[in-house]
């Protein structure tokens, strides 16, 4: 499925309500392990994002400042990876908070804090100094991964000029989690970074300079989200079995979305209700054979914000369902 800009950023808004409505406490309750509007947790398969989205600044930042926050995360069977990094230029130099908003509960962790410098300082000469280094030049001493930061915010239109463009600015950096190789800060025990709907940078006071938000396509530099997930039977049909595969992009301000359900060992030739993330939006017919297919989400609905789907008979009563 293709939606415009526009369409999406509505899709999303209403997924994410979606998402605010507890499941019932009766035969729900439990289903497919952890907070049932959480991404990650027991999960029975696979599901990875990469998504990167530029800060939006708060009235107390610096007029020129920009940054940009990218995510990569997976889980396998229920064993989160992830590796959250963080880029600026142009905030004051000093010390600076990262804290992430939880989706699914609204909570805020502390990450940890990174030091904003002042590179260059020499003027546009700066660079013809150390020209026999090539790329190599002693301002990269004070920053590892200046250039990182001047690809994503390098000022004016002369990007090839990483002198110039940081000449006098105050860029800094830093990496949550990641593998040795990142050398990043490693998150909080049992923190989740599959469900971080935003980002905060904050200064020394503790006044928030930057904003990322992870909920907004509309603001959003790219996103992909895919993820192969195992059917969990139910009360209601012990031996149901399936899998389920979901995705999602943001390409060129679009978003493309799949998702295919195929289940069995339901309840024979019967009606299902579809309840995803506590909400009911739809039905699905078994065969004679107790089988079962989805081609497409509901109306409305994001595959990467689908976080539990369950299959209910007319009491509620759970034949089978999945967890992402």
């Known amino acids: 499925m293709k939606y415009p800009l526009s369409k ?14 507890p499941l019932r406490a009766d035969n ?8 049932q509007c959480e991404h990650g947790g027991h999960v029975s398969g696979q599901e990875r994002l990469c998504q990167e989205v530029p800060f939006t600044l708060t009235a107390d930042a610096p007029a020129d400042a920009k940054g940009f926050a990218v995510l990569k995360a997976q889980n396998e069977e229920g064993t989160n990876s992830a590796k959250l ?14 804290t992430t908003t939880s989706l699914s509960t609204g909570t805020q962790t502390v990450l ?11 003027g546009g000469d700066d660079q013809d100094d150390h020209g026999d280094d090539g790329d190599d030049g002693d301002q990269d001493g004070d920053s590892q991964g200046t250039t990182v930061v001047v690809q994503h915010l390098g000022g004016g239109d002369d990007n090839d000029d990483d002198g110039g463009s940081l000449t006098n600015d105050t860029v800094g950096e830093v990496t949550f989690g990641g593998d040795e190789d990142d050398d990043g800060q490693a998150f909080p025990a049992g ?10 940078i904050t200064d020394a006071t503790g006044v928030v300079m930057m904003t990322a938000d992870f909920t907004n396509l509309g603001g959003t530099t790219s996103a992909t989200f895919t ?44 009606t299902l209700n579809v309840r995803i993330n506590g909400q009911v939006l ?22 990467s914000k689908v976080v539990s789907l369950s299959l209910e008979d007319a009491s509620g009563n759970v034949a089978a369902g999945i967890h992402f």
């Open 8 to 21: 999406s950023i509505a899709i999303l808004a209403a997924a994410t309500l979606i998402c605010t409505v």
């Open 28 to 35: 729900n309750q439990g289903f497919g392990g952890g907070n």
């Open 85 to 98: 990094k963080i880029e600026t230029i142009g905030l004051v130099a000093g010390t600076y908070t990262v």
């Open 112 to 122: 940890g804090t990174f030091d904003a410098v002042t590179v260059g300082g020499s």
């Open 191 to 200: 923190f989740n970074p599959l469900d971080i709907a935003s980002v905060q």
């Open 227 to 270: 993820a192969k997930v195992k059917v969990t039977p139910g009360p209601a049909a012990p031996l149901a079995s399936g899998k389920a595969v979901a995705s999602s992009k943001v390409r060129h301000h679009r978003l493309h979305q799949t998702f295919e359900l195929a289940a069995k060992g339901l309840p024979a030739s019967s």
């Open 282 to 303: 739809g039905q699905v017919k078994t065969n004679h054979a107790g089988k079962t297919a989805m081609h497409h989400l509901p109306a409305g609905v994001v595959a």
